[in-house]
């Protein structure tokens, strides 16, 4: 009986050779999908953990600011209404002793005490934002700091500044709040210029011509509480979508740009 010709062997090895390299491509192909799988498994992970983190950051501000609101109200009402009525005790006292000066200087006292109250509680939840708005309501930020401090803080506005959501006003109002009393504490400056203005985007600028900000060292302190302002300000920018750049090439001073998109 004849054995199998060259033109069958050949055959047989080419059927073997095609199916070896359909084999080949259909475990490629597998590979290549289960990849892309898994990649597409990963990035879905980590948009959940962005969001959750996202969530848990909302959270977190939303909590403080709560606990702001309260403690403002507190001090406001309880404290700064006790301390009026006090007042008003001392100063119906007073008229009847033989010599009223003999109070004055409790009363001043007093008066410093409600004014020092009422401070507090407008830098813990300042009333201007709710009912003027961003611009006012950082105005008003730089002149109470003008007036507490031996700084000159000067406050300019570009352009018309279109109103945003409350909640986006009050995190860049927090934000320029720590900015500000950063660079009043720390910076050695003798003056301070903050700029909100706006295009297509919001800008706000902290600068001054002190010895500068070193952004990464205040983020690598290890002391309790330091790099803490740092953090919440950098936890706002996220939530906002933002960006904040740290101006490192003047030679004198810093320059800090908080960019907000609309």
């Known amino acids: 009986m004849a054995g199998p010709s060259e033109y069958q062997v050949a055959l047989l090895i080419a059927i073997g050779t095609v199916g070896m390299l359909v084999l080949a491509i259909a475990i490629i192909l597998f590979m290549v999908f289960y990849q892309k799988k898994m990649i597409q498994e990963q990035l879905n992970r980590q948009k959940l953990e962005m969001v959750y983190q996202q969530k848990m ?52 006292m007093l008066d410093d005490t409600i004014s020092s109250v009422r401070s507090i509680s407008r830098d813990l939840m300042p009333a201007t934002l709710d009912k003027f708005g961003l611009v006012q309501a950082v105005k008003e930020l730089c002149e109470q700091f003008q007036q507490t401090s031996l700084v000159t803080v000067h406050f300019h506005e570009r352009g018309e500044v279109v109103p945003l959501v409350k909640v986006k006003e009050l995190m860049i109002f927090r934000i320029a709040q720590e900015l500000i009393t950063n660079a009043v504490k720390h910076s050695n400056a003798t003056a301070i ?15 001054d011509n002190g010895i500068g900000f070193d952004a ?19 936890n706002r920018v996220r939530l906002l979508r933002a960006s904040l750049e740290y101006d490192k090439i003047r030679d004198r001073g810093s320059k800090i740009t908080l960019t907000v998109p609309l």
């Open 216 to 234: 990464e060292a205040k983020r690598n302190e290890t002391k309790p509480g330091k790099g803490l302002g740092l953090f919440n300000i950098e």
């Open 193 to 207: 210029n903050v700029f909100i203005r706006e295009s297509d985007h919001l800008e706000l600028i902290v600068e």
């Open 57 to 108: 950051m909302e959270a977190a501000l939303e909590s403080q600011e709560e606990e702001r609101r309260r403690v403002a109200g507190d001090l406001h009402d309880s404290v700064g209404g006790m301390l009026s009525a006090i007042r008003v005790g001392l100063i119906t006292m007073s008229r009847q002793l033989p010599n009223p000066q003999l109070l004055e200087q409790q009363k001043k």
